[in-house]
């Protein structure tokens, strides 16, 4: 009968087991806003860690795109809208 030359050390009998008791991945909700996140790591949603910004998020550059386009989009409003009150106060058809 086939006997093994040597006890097995606690290292690896522990070890061996440590793989028996493969437990799921623990989830936490994030505080900021409630997206389900890792613990101890930083909200990859809205970038909060511990209730403080710390990363600026994908979501955020698309706000900050957004705001940008938009203050491009009324200032080009304006200088239009101002354009055409300077074509009325010249408005020569008119005298036809
Ligand atoms: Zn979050």
Same mark, same amino acid.
């Given at each position: 009968?086939?006997?093994? $030359?040597?006890?097995? @050390?606690? /290292?690896? /009998?522990?070890?061996?087991? @440590? +793989? ?8 936490? @909700?994030? $505080?900021?806003?409630?997206?389900? +996140? =890792? ?15 710390? =990363? +600026? +998020?994908?979501?955020?550059?698309? =706000? ?5 386009? #938009?203050?491009? #989009?009324?200032?080009?409003?304006? $200088?239009? @809208?101002?354009? *055409? ?6 408005? *020569?058809? #008119? *005298?036809?």
């Amino acid at each position: 009968m086939p006997v093994p $030359k040597r006890k097995t @050390s606690k /290292r690896r /009998r522990d070890q061996r087991q @440590s +793989t028996k008791f493969i437990r799921p991945q623990a989830i936490t @909700s994030c $505080k900021q806003c409630n997206e389900p +996140t =890792l613990p101890h790591q930083v909200c990859t949603e809205c970038g909060y860690y511990k209730g403080r910004k710390v =990363l +600026t +998020t994908k979501n955020d550059r698309g =706000l900050q795109r957004d705001q940008i386009r #938009a203050a491009a #989009a009324q200032k080009a409003a304006a $200088k239009n @809208s101002q354009d *055409h009150s300077h074509n009325d106060g010249h408005d *020569h058809s #008119a *005298h036809e």
